[in-house]
């Protein structure tokens, strides 16, 4: 599986790949160092859409294009076209917004692998992933308290959930970039790692994820979403199936029977 898309003024590209159980997703808008077009974001959502469908797909990983950014935020230089209505900007915002909940939403596990700027919109991409790994290079914030622009609820959510309302409060309010280690104390990314080992460590997990039963990780990965969501908003009862679906499956008792046999388990997501 490999596609791409470019919109009609030539503002970026998103690369969909498929290599074994990877998905890979590539952001390539280098000359506004990754900046998101609404052709890009459509394409994200596409992507989404075909990876939660496809179940040889086990592991998702998302990065930038080139050596400078992991997506710098929205194509703000195209606004004048795609946002110069009300209907215009309800379409943007649909198609934006709809392309990030899918990422979010996706029941594959998802990794952020993050070498340089990851600002606005880029962020929260990288927020609505499960993990994210970068380099001491790379760079965090969401500036729109420098644009004048609202930002939505859902990306205030996200990274509420993620760092707490102290780190929240001051990553939008300030609106400024903070060091990787800075995001790594905030709890913003799981793993800072020299930019020569980024693609080694990236590998490494998301092989041992490949690995590892299908099932139990989209039962795990539904259960972290759902402690997102309000109490009274989890629906107990499909996460409960979902953990007696993993025991009743081929692939725990192939994971048993791999255990006796002191072998690597062979998983199948059934």
């Not at 596409?46 to 496809?54: H, I, L, T």
């Not at 917004?97 to 070498?115: C, V």
């Not at 590892?212 to 109490?231: G, L, V, Y």
Request: glycine residues 10%.
């Amino acid at each position: 599986m490999s596609s791409n898309r470019q919109d009609a003024t030539g503002s970026g590209q998103v690369h969909v790949t498929r290599d074994g159980p990877y998905g890979r997703i590539t952001f390539d808008n280098p000359g506004k160092m990754n900046a998101m077009s609404l052709a890009m974001w459509t394409e994200l959502g596409q992507a989404m859409d075909s990876f939660a469908k496809d179940d040889g797909v086990r592991v998702v990983i998302l990065r930038g294009a080139g050596d400078r950014a992991f997506v710098s935020g929205a194509d703000i230089s195209e606004f004048e076209a795609v946002r110069a209505s009300p209907e215009k900007v309800r379409h943007y915002n649909e198609v934006s917004e709809g392309a990030d909940r899918a990422l979010y939403r996706l029941p594959k596990p998802t990794i952020a692998r993050i070498h340089g700027y990851c600002v606005g919109g880029g962020m929260g991409l990288a927020l609505a992933c499960d993990i994210r790994i970068c380099t001491p290079e790379s760079r965090f914030g969401i500036t729109a308290a420098k644009l004048g622009l609202g930002y939505g609820f859902a990306g205030i959510k996200k990274l509420y959930d993620i760092a707490g309302p102290s780190v929240a409060a001051e990553v939008l309010f300030s609106g400024r970039l903070m060091s990787a280690e800075e995001a790594l104390r905030m709890g913003l990314v799981s793993r800072v790692v020299p930019a020569a080992e980024l693609d080694a460590a990236v590998d490494e997990l998301s092989g041992r994820i490949a690995g590892n039963a299908p099932m139990t990780i989209a039962a795990a990965k539904a259960a972290i979403r759902a402690c997102a969501r309000p109490a009274a908003e989890r629906d107990h009862a499909a996460l409960e199936a979902m953990v007696a679906a993993c025991f009743a499956s081929e692939d725990y008792a192939e994971g048993r029977r791999a255990f006796a046999e002191k072998r690597p388990a062979v998983f199948r997501g059934r």
